[in-house]
């Protein structure tokens, strides 16, 4: 077994890793076994430090200076884990465990690297040429019972909404417990994120508010942005060119979450979602980000309390809904899209990370198809305040995190000039945005306001309306959708008050500060009244 003190130099200095791990007190190997060509697949334990008892997955080999070094990326790794996928191998480890290589019966008869920026990601990822053919070689550092990517990958094989599966391989721990997912290689789908072209249009936008060399109009002027019809009408001639794209990719989740469905749950019936479980760890979960906002959170108080009376009215609103409408199904779901997990020409799903793969699987009932319209319309919420951040802040010569956080009560403390620059750039966002909603969330992929439970108008301190993805109020998944962002929200609350982004977390006040309101908002900036 290869000693700490090599370990502890490579893992001490590795970029790639997160800082918790980085900061722990020592690394200790569990297991290991030989990949050939002097490549050695170390599984590694940290110990202390804030990321304590998490698992690493560490292909190495020794250098020219006889020191470790990371074999992620190399020719002799990738080449050596592919070649055992095809021929379907298994190498026994150290203490008696093993690593199992499977692949779907594809050759790889000539094997060789391409040229690959990849980027910053948390994974090792290569592209290779297999038989002429591009593909990817994903090597995952962090190792645990939720990365089930290779097994979604391969139950999905030949669908058409993700890529190809090539192979995985895995090690089974001594005595044949649970295998824990080492890597995967899937065809290379060339194409961008649909966040690409949603930026590329929104940020064509802003040229289109300039009313003369003075600057932007002031909203609610008596020009053809002015109102909110004016405003509306411009934002959705402006999208035309997606509008169709959009209602594709809006169709393409539809058949991936039926696929999912038939291939996942082999025919069983889909079991009720635990609804009173998720809102009472919500409710939990509230009032714990409450408690830390009173301690000293960098942002507004006034917004604070806001956010979070209006958050508590929610969960109350919620369990008078759910005790109206009964149960609710659940069914399999990508887990944790975002927009650059939607690919969009042609339409393809990346980085899948399924709650459960199975009927038999825990996680299978706390997951629905909402979950995943419902994280990409906070996806939206974060780009376009995003967007409207910086452009508002080009405009006024500022830093884009003032602007946000004016944003949190419509710039009540700025000049007459600076605040119309503001409440017009965000109020255009707010619109773009549920345009966007409309044509990809919503189930006939019209245009409008996306579907929303509310309005996503300006409320009467400057926040926006989490605008919901999907059908409007009313309809009979409306109080799960509800559910599901309420949850999405405060997760992603409490990771931005964990990792200290107060810009962050201002656009999630934003959203959160029109939630508990039993009618929708006017779609009115009431900021300016």
Not at 31 to 50: H, I, K, N, Q, Y
Not at 84 to 102: C, D, K, Q, S, Y
Not at 388 to 393: D, G, I, N, R
């Amino acid at each position: 077994m290869t000693s700490d003190t090599q370990l502890h130099e490579l893992l001490r200095g590795a970029a790639r890793l997160p800082e918790d791990v980085r900061r722990a007190d020592r690394y200790t190997p569990i297991d290991e076994a030989p990949l050939g060509s002097d490549t050695t697949l170390f599984l590694v334990s940290v110990v202390g430090g804030p990321a304590h008892g998490r698992l690493l997955f560490v292909p190495a080999h020794t250098d020219m200076t006889g020191r470790l070094a990371d074999a992620q990326g190399s020719e002799a790794f990738d080449l050596a884990c592919v070649r055992l996928m095809a021929a379907g191998g298994r190498i026994p480890t150290a203490r008696g465990g093993h690593v199992e290589f499977r692949g779907g019966g594809a050759t790889a008869r000539a094997v060789s690297l391409l040229p690959f920026a990849q980027g910053w990601s948390s994974n090792s990822l290569s592209l290779l040429d297999i038989d002429g053919r591009p593909h990817l070689h994903k090597a995952y550092r962090t190792l645990g019972a939720e990365v089930r990517e290779p097994e979604l990958l391969r139950l999905m094989n030949g669908s058409g909404h993700t890529p190809r599966w090539f192979g995985d391989y895995g090690y089974v721990p001594p005595g044949g417990a649970e295998r824990l997912a080492l890597g995967v290689v899937y065809t290379y789908t060339p194409g961008s994120g649909i966040d690409t072209p949603l930026r590329a249009n929104l940020r064509a936008l802003w040229p289109r508010l300039t009313g003369d060399a003075t600057g932007p109009r002031e909203p609610g002027g008596a020009d053809d942005t002015g109102g909110s019809g004016g405003l509306d009408g411009l934002v959705r001639e402006h999208l035309a060119p997606l509008a169709d794209p959009l209602r594709t990719a809006r169709s393409f989740l539809d058949g991936f979450h039926e696929e999912l469905r038939t291939r996942l749950g082999r025919g069983t019936p889909l079991p009720d979602y635990p609804i009173e479980r998720v809102l009472r760890t919500a409710e939990e979960r509230c009032h714990a980000l409450a408690e830390r906002a009173r301690e000293g959170v960098e942002l507004p108080p006034p917004a604070l309390e806001k956010a979070f009376c209006s958050l508590t009215s929610e969960i109350e609103l919620l369990r008078a809904a759910f005790d109206a409408t009964g149960t609710h199904p659940a069914g399999p779901c990508h887990g944790d899209l975002h927009l650059s997990h939607l690919l969009w020409d042609p339409p393809r799903l990346i980085d899948i990370s399924t709650p459960g793969t199975g009927p038999d699987q825990p996680g299978w009932a706390e997951q629905s198809p909402l979950e995943d319209l419902v994280a990409l319309g906070r996806a939206l919420e974060y780009f376009s305040a995003d967007e409207a951040a910086y452009e508002s802040a080009r405009l006024l010569g500022a830093d884009s995190t003032e602007t946000m956080l004016a944003s949190l009560d419509g710039g009540a403390d700025m000049p007459p000039r600076e605040r119309s620059v503001l409440l017009l750039v965000f109020e255009a966002a707010d619109r773009w945005r549920r345009q966007v909603a409309g044509l990809l969330l919503t189930r006939d992929g019209s245009e409008g306001p996306g579907g929303s439970n509310r309005s996503g108008g300006t409320d009467g301190s400057g926040g926006t309306g989490g605008t919901f993805a999907g059908p409007e109020r009313g309809l009979p998944d409306e109080p799960l959708r509800r559910l599901l962002y309420l949850r999405r929200l405060l997760h992603e609350l409490d990771y931005n008050f964990a990792h200290a982004r107060p810009y962050h977390a201002a656009i999630d006040l934003r959203h959160a500060m029109a939630l508990g309101l039993p009618s929708p908002l006017p779609l009115t900036l009431t900021t300016r009244t």
